[in-house]
């Protein structure tokens, strides 16, 4: 409660927040006030969104509730409220940034009157993760460098900064002194937690915590928590740290970080269990589990019709920590109890990405653990420099604690530099758009507001040359040309008009000929991004090869006749292990192909897609950890539970069922800014974009979270594939 009252119409609050558990009771930021004048900021689950809500004097209240849903609980939000009554325009005197967005699209926007005042900055309670008035509405997160500022209405740029290198916005220290009650709490001294790290000395008193809750997780090195939107049956409390199984049916829980190298260490810790738990661990390859388990009672892992066990007997009880030693790099995992190994084990088949879990397959019983990845929240833990950091036991040498600031650094830091999306509104005259940061090897336009086909154009075929994705048909003229931060629309292109979207990619330099294979083609490949386009003339003769100029095999590879009516083929080996093939243009499930080769330097070539003297384009990709991912999945019929990992933050995404018939369905993060996406476009078809149901897909900050029991992406039990672009790696990704 501040002495003195400040700025009672002028002020700014800054957060920066990691979600823990979801839901509308553990959701509170920041509260003033316990009548009138009383103001609330919060996340808002109940009514998806984030929601500022004020009251002046005479207890006339509005609310700004914004339109866009904050459920990513994996990384951490920046979060600024700038507030000034004296401003004119209604809409100036809130402002509201998440992540360096303002804020312009809500549920129902609501703003004070001019020179309305409210308790904040008065001499009224003030409370940082609760409710004043009633001391309710706890928030289930963590906070890092909290500031609040009074006498001075203040943007979002003043708390973060963007980085160069990454193109992400980074916390930066504001330093600078405005208003009666400022202060800043950067949680340095966990002796006194309220402590302003300020000198203007305006300390808070901490309720409900103590030394334990001063965590190492902050942004910039970001730990693994239990992903509170992956679980089943299960109560999870403490930051997402904390497990309780139900005593019915399944119960589980998957952390928020997957790893595929390197080597991780990670404690659990036995607070009480009525039967024993199994400690899972789940690779995710394809659309099966795989598991390997540990409990008390014996071994145990599954790859389908294998499995193998050991009886082994070592009871636990309350206090004893397990503790985990994975070697990726040596294929092998290791168990303690309290530092005693007991039984370490080579695992030949791995080699796919990997997390944690814990579950509890009994219907009748339940266990509570306490989990540790390093960023303390413990007594009694020591501070284990090799691994980064807090630990009961340190683990071996060359292990790590589970954070982004171990992880190894992406080849593409910056995936704008590689990908990236450009709307605009199209006048049907000469028109430059810029905004990429590099010239596009291949750039797919597509209608938003009409009903006309996709079309393709690429740096090898030439700028004045178009494919259509939604047809089979020949390659047509175009006046499009493909410029160094963009393109220029020349003439309209079949009725391309209106609202639009292009989706782009960065191929190499000038196209190469190359003549060392069997098919002579032009290539122009982007190594480093996993991505190459090639131009060939068919010789009819099969298992002909074209060079793709690529350092790995590609995993998704669309070719089109360019010269007559013929359809899109697009080769994967992904969905089964064998070569399929899809066609773009259709529906139609994936039917097995005779291709039989598809390596680091060439893919093969047959039939309609080899005809003699005839021309063809090929685009080829294939996945780049943290930056692109071609991929499978099984799809559970839920609204929940439905995840799909990518290891970034998506930008895009495009799904297709492979066991049946259905479209080739586009999202983006450019169409649809916030959660949760659902403008929804079909590489298949000409129809405009439409706006689909109330939930789709959530784009979260390493997840796609599927929403919906559509048959496009999401039917019980369906197989699909889905090929994916990053707007930014883990390592360095906001929350979303």
Not at 216 to 233: E, M, Q, Y
Not at 585 to 604: D, G
């Amino acid at each position: 409660t501040p002495s003195v009252a400040g700025d009672r119409k002028t002020w700014t609050w800054s957060w920066w927040v990691k979600r823990g558990n979801l839901g509308w009771l553990s959701n509170t930021l920041f509260s003033a006030g316990t009548s009138n004048g009383r103001v609330q900021i919060n996340f808002r689950d109940s009514e998806n969104g984030f929601k500022v809500f004020y009251t002046d004097l005479d207890w006339n209240y509005t609310y700004l509730l914004t339109k866009a849903q904050q459920r990513d609980p994996s990384s951490w939000y920046h979060i600024v409220v700038e507030t000034d009554t004296r401003q004119e325009i209604a809409s100036n005197r809130i402002k509201l940034y998440i992540n360096g967005v303002q804020q312009k699209s809500f549920q129902n926007a609501g703003y004070p009157d001019r020179y309305d005042e409210c308790d904040v900055s008065s001499t009224e309670m003030h409370s940082i993760g609760r409710y004043s008035h009633n001391s309710s509405n706890y928030l289930d997160g963590y906070l890092s460098d909290v500031n609040f500022i009074d006498w001075q209405a203040l943007e979002s740029t003043s708390f973060w900064e963007f980085d160069s290198v990454t193109g992400q916005w980074k916390a930066k220290a504001y330093s600078w002194d405005y208003g009666t009650n400022w202060f800043k709490l950067a949680f340095d001294d966990s002796s006194d937690l309220g402590k302003d790290s300020s000198w203007k000395g305006n300390t808070w008193t901490a309720h409900n915590l103590d030394a334990t809750d001063a965590m190492i997780d902050v942004p910039g090195n970001n730990f693994a928590v239990i992903n509170s939107l992956d679980w089943k049956n299960t109560v999870i409390s403490d930051g997402n740290l904390s497990i309780t199984t139900a005593n019915w049916g399944d119960n589980y829980a998957i952390w928020s970080m997957f790893v595929s190298k390197n080597k991780w260490y990670w404690e659990y810790t036995w607070i009480s269990s009525s039967w024993w738990t199994d400690i899972y661990f789940s690779w995710i390859r394809d659309s099966e589990d795989y598991w390997l388990s540990y409990f008390a009672l014996s071994w145990y892992w599954t790859l389908h019709d294998k499995s193998w066990s050991n009886t082994y007997w070592e009871s636990y009880t309350a206090g004893d920590v397990i503790w985990v030693a994975l070697d990726m790099d040596n294929n092998e995992i290791d168990f303690y109890k309290n530092w005693v190994s007991q039984w370490a084990y080579t695992i030949t088949w791995w080699n796919w990405s990997f997390a944690p879990m814990i579950a509890d397959g009994s219907s009748t019983q339940h266990t509570v653990q306490k989990i540790n990845f390093g960023q303390g929240w413990q007594a009694w833990l020591q501070h284990c420099e090799e691994a980064g950091w807090l630990f009961k036991y340190c683990p071996p040498t060359g292990f790590k604690a589970l954070s982004t600031g171990n992880m190894p650094e992406p080849v593409i830091k910056n995936p704008s530099k590689h990908f990236d999306i450009l709307t605009f509104t199209w006048t049907e005259t000469v028109q430059s758009i810029t905004g990429l940061d590099f010239t596009p090897g291949l750039s797919w336009f597509k209608s938003r507001t009409a009903a006309q086909n996709h079309n393709l154009v690429d740096s090898v075929r030439g700028n004045n040359l178009r494919l259509r994705s939604s047809e089979n048909w020949a390659e047509a003229s175009a006046t499009i040309s493909l410029d160094s931060n963009g393109f220029t629309l020349w003439t309209q292109t079949e009725s391309n008009t209106g609202n639009m979207v292009a989706w782009n990619w960065k191929a190499g330099w000038t196209a190469v000929t190359n003549n060392e294979w069997s098919i002579t083609s032009q290539v122009s490949a982007n190594v480093e991004a996993g991505f190459s386009v090639m131009s060939y003339i068919g010789t009819w003769i099969n298992n002909n090869n074209v060079w793709h100029w690529l350092d790995k095999a590609p995993e998704f590879i669309m070719v089109k006749n360019r010269d007559t009516t013929a359809g899109w083929i697009t080769y994967t080996n992904i969905i089964d292990g064998s070569f399929d093939f899809l066609q773009l243009h259709l529906t139609e499930a994936k039917i097995n192909s005779s291709l039989n080769n598809i390596n680091n330097t060439i893919f093969n070539v047959w039939g309609h897609w080899n005809n003699n003297n005839q021309n063809y384009v090929a685009y080829a990709f294939h996945s780049v950890p943290w930056y692109s991912k071609v991929w499978t999945y099984t799809g559970n019929g839920s609204t929940d539970w439905a995840f799909v990992y990518t290891g970034f933050k998506p930008r895009y995404v495009m799904f297709k069922r492979t066991d049946s018939a259905a479209d080739w369905v586009l999202f983006d993060t450019s169409r649809d800014l916030n959660n949760t996406a659902k403008q929804v476009m079909y590489a298949n078809k000409s129809q405009a974009e439409a706006t689909a149901g109330t939930t789709w897909v959530d784009f979260v900050s390493n997840w796609l979270k599927l929403k919906w029991t559509n048959p496009w992406f999401n039917a019980n039990w369906w197989k699909y594939i889905f090929i994916a672009f990053a707007e930014a790696p883990f390592k360095y990704a906001n929350a979303r």
